[in-house]
Each structure stands twice: as C-alpha cells, then as structure tokens.
C-alpha cells in the first residue's frame, strides 16, 4: 500500500521562478526523509534529505520543509533553471526496515526557458 | 567506482520466457534492493537483502525471485515473463545500519509481449 503520497503529478514552471512538490505520509514510524532527482534514461539519485527533528535544511536552490504535526514535507527549488528539468521523488524511510525506502508516486518538473 | 552497474540495459521478453537481471556494486554495500518504476506509481520495492546469502520480499515479490549469493551480486529473476511485468527495474545499495544514500544502478528497460 501506498504510504507516500506526492503532488502535483506534473508541473511546468517558468525559469527563474519557484517549484513546490508537496509529500504526505501515514506512517509515523518514519525517521528520514530523502527527496531523490532522476534525470530521463538514468537512476534516481539523493538531491537532499531531513531528519524529523528538524523543521527545514536547505541546500543551494533547494530545501525541504517539514512539518511534523500534519506528516506533511516538500521541496522548494528556487531560481528554477531548465536543468532542474527532471522527475522528482519524495521517499521516507522506516524506523526500523533495513533501510527501505517508501517512494512518492513522482512528479515531472519541466522548466521553461 | 564503476558503483552500481546493470546488465543488460534493454530487454525484450515473449510471454513465459525467463530471464535473470543482474546487478552489480563495487562498495562494499551490505544491503541491496530492487525495485520497479512504473509510470504514476513512483519506485516499488520487489526484494531486498540485508547480507550476503540472505534476502526478503519487499512490497511487490510476486512473479520475482533473487538471489545474493555474493555480497557485490544481486539477481533477479523472471522464471515465467507476463505482460505485467514490463517495467523499468532498478538496482541500489546502501551500507549497513546507514539510513543515508541508496545508490541507483541505471536501470534495465524490459519490455515483455
């Protein structure tokens, strides 16, 4: 069942301007949250991550805010450039469960030039 | 660091044929995954291994068998091929007790008519 569940499905945004890609969870017994990238023909790959005890991290153009009450994070990409272009997947791992990850059904970000 | 590599990339099925995928990692990974990307339903976890001769089912194992019988090899399995499993499949691994970066392979595109 799905645990995870992300929004929009897709998202076109003008360069220069901010993507917001929300995720809402069910379980509580998660205790990390990564948002990886994946660029067409290849691997998703980890663009950032947060632990529940912390309310926002931000890396460069991207950051996440959390919000633990309402089991709710997203990523925010300010300044969007067209190499940003690419599907987005918010993920949450267990407490305990070797580590597996519970992906978000995805979004595709397209940036406009 | 070739990191997680796949073989073979593309692959076209007929309907009750078999086929096993192969993953490799050159990390020292202890734990090891793959999954199914299909479109609107983000990344879908099928087996897993936390060890070397060791492996679990993960949210989708029907259809599917692996085998770890090496710590840097993780196969999986079609032994009877059906249209429902076309699908990207994707390698990862990740160090043990870490709840950090699963690191993707590139995927294998298998098609099955």
């Known amino acids: 069942q799905q645990q995870v569940k992300q929004s929009p499905q897709s998202l076109i945004v003008q360069k220069g301007g901010i993507s917001i890609i929300n995720c809402a969870y069910e379980?509580?017994?998660?205790?990390?949250f990564p948002w990886y990238q994946q660029f067409p023909g290849k691997g998703p790959a980890l663009l950032i991550a947060i632990r529940p005890d912390v309310s926002e991290k931000k890396e460069g153009r991207f950051t996440i805010s959390f919000n633990k009450s309402a089991k709710q994070f997203s990523l925010h990409i300010m300044d969007s450039q067209p190499g940003d272009s690419a599907t987005y997947f918010c993920?949450?791992?267990?407490?305990?469960?070797?580590?597996?990850?519970?992906f978000g059904q995805g979004t595709r970000l397209t940036i406009n030039p | 660091n070739a990191g997680v590599t796949q073989t073979p990339k593309f692959r076209v099925l007929k309907t009750g044929q078999s086929m096993t995928l192969l993953c490799a990692q050159d990390?020292?990974?202890?734990?090891m995954y793959w999954y199914r990307q299909d479109p609107g339903m983000g990344l879908r976890l099928i087996h897993y291994s936390v060890g070397e001769g060791t492996t679990a089912k993960g949210e989708v194992p029907d259809g599917y068998n692996v085998s770890r019988l090496k710590k840097q090899n993780f196969l999986l399995g079609l032994e009877s091929a059906a249209p429902s499993q076309t699908s990207v499949y994707f390698c990862?691994?990740?160090?043990?007790?870490?709840?950090?970066?699963?690191?993707f392979g590139p995927g294998t595109r298998l098609t099955v008519t």
């Open positions: 990390m020292n990974h202890e734990y």
């Open positions: 379980n509580t017994a998660f205790d990390y």
């Open positions: 993920a949450a791992t267990p407490i305990q469960g070797a580590q597996k990850l519970v």
């Open positions: 990862a691994s990740i160090r043990a007790s870490y709840a950090g970066e699963q690191y």
